[in-house]
């Protein structure tokens, strides 16, 4: 079975040669993806906590492309400039998973693509 890729106007478009996401095998595969405007391909959110909420918006969007949801979200990753933004950014993420919880982990890194302060990826189970 090959692999599919999955593309969606609703997202961003990838700023470098990946992905926005891949389904294979039943999951799908999500990139990270960073508070990109889909529209400008600008920033958006001064805060970390409102660059997680365009975040979570653009992995939504990815997810549905793919017919997959938050609810089908197994493991997540979460890279922050600073571990300082760690209980603004959870509790942003915490409103997406307000049951179900998938694994995660989170990390902090030196920078992230464009200057962002929080990107997030996902691996799912596709519908």
């Known amino acids: 079975m090959k692999?599919?890729?999955?593309?969606t106007s609703s997202a961003p478009a990838a700023i470098g040669p990946y992905s926005?996401?891949?389904?294979?095998?039943?999951m799908v595969y999500c990139s990270g993806q960073i508070a990109l405007d889909p529209a400008t391909?600008?920033?958006?959110?001064?805060?970390?906590?409102?660059q997680a909420v365009v975040v979570?918006?653009?992995l939504e969007a990815v997810l549905r492309a793919?017919?997959?949801?938050?609810?089908?979200?197994?493991?997540?990753?979460?890279?922050?400039v600073?571990?300082?933004?760690?209980?603004?950014?959870?509790?942003?993420?915490?409103q997406r998973f307000p049951g179900h919880k998938p694994a995660r982990a989170t990390v902090a890194v030196k920078e992230l693509p464009?200057?962002?302060?929080?990107?997030?990826?996902c691996?799912?189970?596709?519908?």
């Open 3 to 7: 692999p599919e890729i999955v593309a």
């Open 20 to 26: 926005q996401a891949v389904k294979a095998q039943g």
């Open 41 to 50: 391909g600008q920033i958006v959110g001064s805060t970390a906590a409102e």
């Open 56 to 58: 979570m918006k653009n």
């Open 66 to 80: 793919a017919g997959s949801s938050f609810d089908q979200v197994v493991r997540t990753t979460i890279y922050l």
């Open 82 to 94: 600073s571990m300082a933004d760690f209980a603004g950014v959870n509790e942003v993420y915490g």
């Open 114 to 121: 464009k200057g962002g302060l929080v990107e997030i990826d």
């Open 123 to 127: 691996i799912a189970i596709a519908s």
